[in-house]
């Protein structure tokens, strides 16, 4: 899961970039007609605070309680057996959203096709949750509709339905098995959208692996978390190093330029 999250962050990063860059370079211009540097600048600055002041602030909320909501859901699956319910829960406060007001107090099966669309955090700033009723919760509340009878308890397909209402699309997934920010829904990465078939000219220039080759490359560099007890323990690390990249390190025939700190026993 802390694999998937980086790797997303890392992917989503590189589009907001991409995106940020992107406007600078429209800023350039108005109208066909270059821009005198003090207005170019102002506008500069302006973009610059969208992107890494306001939506950098909501951001890093939204990536936090993912991550909360996305280890809480490892939880969910395993107690499975135990709770097999999990029911939407809201903030009930004058902070929820209207459209998330429809999605309070559904209950519905862990493995629901629900939870594939609708599971928290569906948006910027929400602070929407769950939690795992036990039998006697679920049979409280179905008895209760009952007793009303001018409604029934959401099922299924009246759930997804209701999410379809309240959750814009970018949100409509699970952060305990999807990444974090939609590639195919974000606006960054549909700022983006040629990414995927271009490559720097590094690449053609300089054989330079593309990007996706070194992200896919499942291999670790060093199995050391500390330092080097002795030079010779360096010098066979160094070896394994070689001997995996396929080619010796450059200079390491020389004398290295550098120092290194070895841990003492």
């Known amino acids: ?15 907001k970039s991409y995106s940020e860059a992107k406007e600078l370079r429209d800023a350039v211009y108005e109208e066909g007609k270059l821009l005198p540097k003090d207005e170019f600048l ?8 969208e992107y890494n002041a306001i939506c950098l602030d909501v951001e890093r909320q939204f990536v936090m309680a993912s991550g909360t909501q996305a280890s809480r859901w490892t939880d969910i699956e395993e107690s499975a057996d135990t709770h097999p ?8 406060d004058s902070h929820v959203r209207t459209t998330h007001r429809l999605l309070q107090g559904i209950i519905l099966p862990v493995d629901d096709p629900f939870r594939n669309s609708c599971y928290p955090p569906n948006g910027w700033r929400c602070h929407c949750s769950t939690r795992k009723p036990i ?3 679920y ?3 179905m008895e209760v509709y009952e007793q009303k009878r001018t409604s029934n308890l959401a099922d299924s397909e009246m759930s997804q339905r209701r999410a379809g209402e309240a959750v814009a699309k970018p949100f409509r997934r699970n952060v305990g098995t999807s990444e974090i920010f939609d590639r195919n829904g974000h606006p960054c990465f549909k700022a983006n959208k040629d990414a995927k078939e271009m490559q720097l000219s590094a690449v053609k220039n300089y054989g330079m692996k593309p990007v996706k080759d070194i992200y ?5 560099l060093s199995k050391y978390k500390g330092g080097f007890k002795s030079p010779e323990e360096f010098r066979e ?7 995996q990249s396929g080619k010796p390190e450059k200079g390491s025939k020389r004398k290295p330029k550098v120092s290194f700190i070895f841990q003492t026993e």
Request: charged residues 35%; positive net charge; proline residues 0%.
């Open 42 to 49: 102002a506008r500069a600055r302006q973009i610059n605070r």
């Open 237 to 243: 690390q160094r070896k394994a190093w070689e001997k």
């Open 1 to 15: 899961m802390l694999n998937r999250v980086q790797n997303n962050l890392l992917a989503f990063s590189g589009a």
């Open 135 to 137: 039998q006697r919760m």
């Open 85 to 92: 319910w999990l029911e939407y829960m809201t903030k009930k």
């Open 216 to 220: 896919d490359q499942k291999i670790s």
């Open 139 to 141: 049979d409280s509340r």
